[in-house]
């Protein structure tokens, strides 16, 4: 069962191209290497520029700018179907996606310029620098500080676990601007990396999606221009907060990408592993688990669906991204699991497609705000 056959009410023909358009590029280009990255830990810059090249970054972002102009139906089915291939490689394009996003609603036009549209085409590379040691979930707690000068600001702090950091060209920097003022008190900033001061840390080395690029970054007295100010002043954690609803859609289809993984391997498998006489398909226990599994998959996927639909409504969307991202990730973190018991002793094994999807499932339920955290945002919205 193909994800891109699967209908629903928010799906069109138009969508039914992108993912067909997607999955083609995948099975060709990205599958047959997944498993190389995640050993190698490798960037791999070839599979983004042809990214670029098929307009699979910046997916919402106007054609005037140098996107697609599509929905966020459209970046739900990109993402889910980049994820089935690597979840490292669809990651990359959730974090230009939500780069763009700010850059098309609070940039100005020298910034476009300047870093959306060589974003869009690959020819810079991004951070999306908001965590620190003492603010993961809790972002009012950032204690990174710009400082007015006479020429601009003065930014001093650190970051830490940021995607990209070891790669990117420039940072998009929360920082407080006036630390009386609390959530208030906090603005963005585009920061080059080759100014006096931007230090990249060592790239970690992560249980999952191991091609994806994750290290710290120190701003050490780094002197910026006024116009490096992203939006307005005051305005960051209000403008951080604007597309997390997008983000986390970005992530539960990500997660929907690695339990149709999850479900095609297992179901292939099943087919032609053969105990006692008979292929384990038959066997009623690996049965159930698969049924349960296409059960998630799907329902995983209208979840996703529905709440990128109500964001392209322009109606507030936080409840159902929540709900979205929350089960999506949980799902992925069961059912890979699932998926390793059904292929047993093999799908222990480091190199194994499941054993891998396992791994990558797990950061689902983490980032984007974990999902302890998406449950108080249901139960706030719900009772009120």
């Not at 600001?153 to 609390?182: C, E, Q, S």
């Not at 094994?349 to 108080?376: C, F, H, P, S």
């Amino acid at each position: 069962m193909e994800s891109s056959q699967l209908s629903d009410n928010t799906v069109t023909e138009r969508h039914r191209m992108i993912a067909a358009t997607v999955r083609e590029f995948v099975d060709a280009e990205v599958r047959p290497r997944a498993g190389e990255l995640d050993e190698t830990e490798t960037y791999p810059e070839d599979i983004y520029r042809q990214m670029a090249r098929l307009g699979l970054f910046g997916i919402t972002t106007p054609a005037e700018y140098g996107g697609v102009g599509a929905d966020c139906v459209s970046y739900a089915i990109v993402m889910e179907e980049l994820s089935r291939g690597y979840a490292s490689v669809a990651d990359q394009c959730g974090l230009v996606e939500l780069v763009s996003t700010l850059l098309t609603e609070h940039g100005t036009h020298e910034q476009r310029e300047r870093y959306l549209r060589p974003l869009l085409r690959f020819e810079r590379r991004c951070a999306y620098a908001i965590t620190e040691s003492e603010a993961g979930s809790d972002v009012s707690g950032i204690q990174t500080r710009a400082e007015r000068t006479a020429t601009g600001w003065r930014l001093n702090g650190g970051k830490m676990w940021i995607h990209n950091a070891p790669v990117a060209d420039f940072a998009v920097v929360l920082a407080r601007t006036d630390p009386a003022a609390g959530k208030r008190g906090m603005s963005i900033f585009l920061v080059d990396a080759d100014r006096p001061g931007y230090i990249k840390g060592p790239k970690e080395h992560k249980m999952g999606q191991r091609a994806s690029q994750i290290g710290a970054l120190t701003f050490d007295n780094i002197e910026l221009p006024s116009d490096a100010l992203l939006g307005e002043e005051s305005r960051g954690f209000h403008i951080m907060m604007s597309v997390l609803d997008k983000g986390r859609v970005g992530i539960a289809a990500l997660a929907v990408g690695i339990l149709q993984a999850a479900l095609e391997a297992s179901v292939d498998y099943a087919k032609t592993r053969r105990q006692f006489g008979q292929p384990i398909a038959q066997f009623q226990a690996v049965q159930w688990m698969i049924a349960d599994m296409a059960k998630a998959t799907h329902a995983a996927r209208l979840m996703v669906r529905d709440a990128a639909a109500k964001l392209d409504s322009g109606a507030r969307a936080t409840l159902e991204c929540s709900m979205a991202k929350c089960f999506a990730g949980d799902a992925a973190v069961e059912h890979t699991a699932n998926a390793v018991q059904i292929h047993g002793g093999i799908g222990y094994i480091r190199g194994v497609e499941v054993e891998r999807l396992y791994r990558d499932a797990k950061i689902t339920q983490i980032y984007e705000g974990t999902n302890q955290i998406q449950r108080m945002i249901i139960a706030r919205n719900i009772l009120g």
